[in-house]
Structures are given as C-alpha cells and as structure tokens.
C-alpha cells in the first residue's frame, strides 16, 4: 500500500542449491486445500526498490519523456536525474522551477536515481553474502513513476530497469495489448530472466509485485476509454465516474481513483455484501480484464510455457489486497496454482481502522485465497515490548496478543508469514524504534516536527538489535527492508526510500535543512559495517537451525516485574530457547532447559542445565539465543 498521507496530498529449509532441485514430483494434489508451499513456510526475505537500489547502467536513464503522465504532473524546466549522493534533504536547482504550491515531500516525487536491473545484477554477489533465500521485488512493470504501482502496462518490465528504453518502448506500442500472442520479449524482460535464472542457480527464489486492483494514468486500456469514450471496448474494465461528452472540446472522462488519486484508476468490481467491511464478497466486474491478468500472470510464472518453473518467478506479493474482492482472489489463486502449485501469494493486508486497529487476515488464509500475508500485526506488537513504541507492552501482554493474532490460522500459514519491520510504505527499522509515537501515525516531518529523522542513538541500535534476534527466532518468514541491515535511517515514505548507501559512492552530510524550523545533526552516511555483521550472524543462525523455523513455539517466561521474555523453539532433536531482557538493569533468567548442555548461537559461550534448569545473566536491552547441545 503506498502512503496515504502522500498520496492524498499529492516449508523445507532451502538448500544451497537452486530452486528447481527442490521441485520434486508432488505426491499430492497441491492444488487442494490447505497446501502452502514448502520452501515458503522457512525462508529469509529481502526486499528490493529497484529505482532506489543501485544505477548499473547510466545508458538507460530515465528522461524527461519518461516520466510523463504520474504525480506531480507539471515537471519543472531543467529537470534532470538526481546525483545518488547528494544530501537528501538539499533540493535540486530545477526545483526552483517548480510551479504548483507543492511542500518538499511532493516536490521529491520528481526525483529520479537511475536503479535498474543491471544494479541488482551487480550486487548479486553482495545480496547472496547476506545469506537472504528469496527476493520480492517492488513492482518491475513499465511505468511513469518511481514506484511503479501506476503501470503503463502490466506485461513488460519498465523500460528504464533495462539496457534498451527507446527500442522496448517501440515493441510495446506496436504489439496488441490484450493479445497475448502478440507479446515479445523486450530488453528490459530478458534481462530480468537473465536475473531470474542467476538467482536461483544460488538458491534464490524471486516473488513480483503486482497491484491488480488499479493501473496507472497512462494505462493503454484507460487511455483506449478517453479516444473512445463509450465505444472503447473496456468500458467495464474500470470504475467510470464520467465519460467523455464528445460535443465538447474538452475530455471529461473520470475514472475512480485509488484513494481519490486520479493518477491510480481503479479496476470495476461487483460488490455483493458494500455494507459490510472490506475484504467484500464479489469480483471483477470484466471477464476480458481477469483474463488479461491471468495472462500476464503465466508469462512470469512460466515464460516460455514449457512446465518447468525454473525460469519464471516463484510467486507474487499482491498489493492493497483487501481492496479487492474475495471472489476475484479465489480465483486469481486456482489460476496460479493451475500454472505453478509452488508459487507463494502473499497479500498486503494492513489497516482496519488507521491508525489504531489492523486488519485480521484470517479469513484470508484458509487455503483458498494467500498462503500468508506481510505480517504488520507481529511487528506493531515486537515493536511494543523490544522499543517500548506505543502502545508500550509488557511481556505478558505482549504474549497475551501474539496468541491473539495467531489464532485460527494454521501452523503452516504462520511460518509463511512475511515478519516485517519496515517497507518501502513504513519509516525504516532504525527510525521506527528511535521514535517512540504510534506505529505509522506522525511519522514524518510534516506531520510531526519533532520526529526524530536523524541517526539513531546507541539505545535504539541495541533495541533493534533485540528485535532482530526474535525475528530470525521466531514464528514466520523474517524480512528485510533493502538498506536496512546497512544502518539505514529515514522517516515513511518518500525518506525511507532514499538511495541505498553504496560504499563506492561517496555522500554528502545529511541535515533536514528543508525544514528550517527544525534543529537536526549533519550526519555522515557510510555504511554501519557492524550492524551489517549481525544482520549476517543472525541470518546463518536461523539457517543453521531449523528448529528456529519449524520449531513448536512455547513461552516459558514472562516477567513483566524484570520486564524479561523467553520462549523455546522445539523438535523431537533439537530445542532453542530465545531468552530477551528488555529492562535498562541487568537481570538473571532461569528457565526449564530439556538438553544437558547450551550454546549461545552468537559467541559460542556453553551453560549447563542443573536440576532441568538453565540460568542466564543478561545485560540491560540484551537478548540470547541458546541452541541445545
């Protein structure tokens, strides 16, 4: 989901080897309830902005003409591409150009770096030293904005992630679009193949994000409805407010906007329960538009329609899913399974009632809709006992919730879970835990000037640090936030999607001088190298013991007096017991032990078991995992 403040304003483990050895011969009907993917249910995410990630290829630079037709639409004279490191908060000379009334946040939507997919490419060898199994990535398809979510089209990878923008663009227009027997491969498509295929020769999966509930301004269906008006063939393919009088000069046609954003029109859906709370009963309301989705949908699963997988992506993370109604998920999920039983859906699923009550997902993982959903629920409630962000937790009640958001969802669905703790839409980890407001709520400078955007202090990393270590411990597929395991810091959305801090480029001090009324630090950027060791430490932790995956999850300690919390991670070899100590004072935890012997899995350091115990000292805001012996 992007922002909404902005946009109103403006399981087996996976093995080292590739992912088509995993893929043996199904000895069940994966395609019946309640299967979820094995490789899904242990894996370690890392998420990636393409624009933002690394500039591999400066021939294939966004220009002027391509990024026409998103917000903010009048693009001053002088625009160019932005320098990577330039101080974040500095803006560009060609916005003094800049005529609409726009605040710094809006004026920076025109910012462009140059990512692609040559960048990613380049740091293969750095994403894999991390240690991560799968990637999602933020939207590839071809489209206007940084972000991607308002597609030109859904079937071909943006232009400028490719080697060859003019000449992909020419194969664009002179294919049919809702032919998919007029299709090619442009540039951009068959390098990202090319990504594909280097990813899972090292074990890699790779999920797409697509956003079928809306299309962008530039969508070739939308701009076939305002030439035609009526006489458009895809007349009920999106929610048509107003269409075109033709007797007049000008072209009323109004499409509904996500969230009241023309640039995003929404896709027609037949509601069958509108008074009841979204996610709603109903579907598409165009079968021609679900079948178009379906198609695109194959080409990434299985690009040359051969059977075998190996070659297309492994899954797709659907955006602002409980904007879109069941009926249309159900049988977006039959036709992908149908395709590939292997493939991971994960839903968006967020807000209820912003910003205080989040969304349930259970109804959405029975079997029939995702196999999970990005876990909000686990992070507001980690980031209430690990950061005392509020609401503030105590340790028995933050076991008294997580045993409330689990319920009715299968084990298998909870190990698939995506445990986030910061996106492209949220304030990053490090940011999140220095501030101690609610959870999304004022988090930005224009909405809160006190908010705290510059680098973090020593408390707030070793609270992050304690949170890591129950993530990559815990219930759920762990995720990381591209940049976050650098140190990276920034406010929601658009300052946690800075350009990511290379140690090739040289950066500029930042200071959030476009906020004159605030007083902040000029802070040096370069990478926290020992934040980026533990990222990579707790990484080969949880690979090197399925316990911390499979593990039944039992809690043995919850002592909201020493504000301390343990639990153990069970199979019929091994046990693992996380034990955290979330007080400013030094306290021992003694807990019942199963095993003779422990090693803390992070320096190695043995404890013994006396009497079926086992008895721990813990430094303020410190956190432990043992591992049996």
Known sequence: MKDLALLLSVITLIQCSSP??????????????????????????????????????????????????????????????????????????????????????????????????????????????????????NPLNDSPSLHKYDARNWRHIDRNFGPDPKGDAKIMNEETPDDPTTWEMTAADKLFLELVKTFHERGIRIIMDYSWNHAGYDFWAVNDLRDKGKESKYTDWFA?????????????????????????????????????????????????????IFNITQRWLDPNGDGDFEDGVDGFRLDVAAEMTKGFWRDYRKFVKSVNPDAYLVGEIWWLNWPKELMGPEQ??????????????????????FSQGMPALKPSEFVEQYQTIEANISIENQRAMMNITATHDTPRLSTCFFNDGQYKYHVKLNEDSLYKVHRPDEHTWKEVKMLLLHQFSFVGSPHIWNGDEMGMWGA???????????????????????????????????????????????????????????????????????????????????????????????????VDATAKTYANALTGEVYNVTNGK????????????????
């Open 20 to 137: 088509k050895e995993n893929k043996e011969t199904p000895t069940v009907d994966r395609t019946q309830l309640p299967y979820v993917p094995e490789w899904a249910q242990n894996v370690i995410w890392y998420q990636i902005f393409v624009e933002r990630f690394r500039n591999g290829d400066t021939s294939n630079d966004p220009t002027l003409a391509d990024i026409q037709k998103t917000y903010p639409e009048n693009i001053p004279e002088g625009w160019k591409l932005s320098e990577w490191g330039k101080d974040w908060y500095v803006e560009e000379d060609y916005m003094a150009n800049i005529k609409d009334d726009l605040d710094f946040y809006s004026k920076i939507q025109l910012r462009r770096f140059g990512g692609d997919l040559q960048g990613v490419l380049d740091k293969i060898d750095y994403i894999s030293d991390l240690g991560v199994t799968a990637i999602y990535f």
């Open 240 to 292: 048509i407010e107003e269409f075109d009088d033709p007797e007049t000069p000008e072209n009323e046609t109004k499409i509904e906007g996500w969230w009241g954003f023309k640039f995003m029109p929404v896709v027609k859906e037949d509601i069958s329960d509108p008074e009841n709370s979204v996610p709603n009963e109903g579907n598409v309301t165009s079968p021609t538009i679900k079948q178009h």
């Open 364 to 385: 959405m993982v029975q079997g029939d809709i995702f196999d999970a959903v990005m876990n909000y629920r686990w992070y507001r409630i980690a980031r209430g006992y």
């Open 492 to 590: 929601d959305d658009p300052d946690c999607r800075k350009p990511l801090w290379w140690d090739d480029i040289d950066f500029e001090p930042e200071q959030a001088r476009a906020f004159k009324e605030r007083s902040t630090p000029a802070d040096t950027i370069s990478i926290n190298s020992e934040l980026l060791g533990y990222y990579k430490k707790v990484i080969s932790i949880r690979k090197e013991n399925p316990v911390l995956a499979y593990g039944e999850l039992e809690f043995i300690e919850a002592n909201d007096e020493k504000m301390t919390l343990a639990y153990s991670r069970k199979s019929e070899e091994k046990e693992a017991i996380a034990l955290f100590n979330r007080s400013e004072q030094d306290q021992k935890i003694e």
């Open 614 to 629: 086992v008895s721990v000292d813990l430094s303020g805001i410190e956190g432990m995992i043992l591992i049996s012996q």
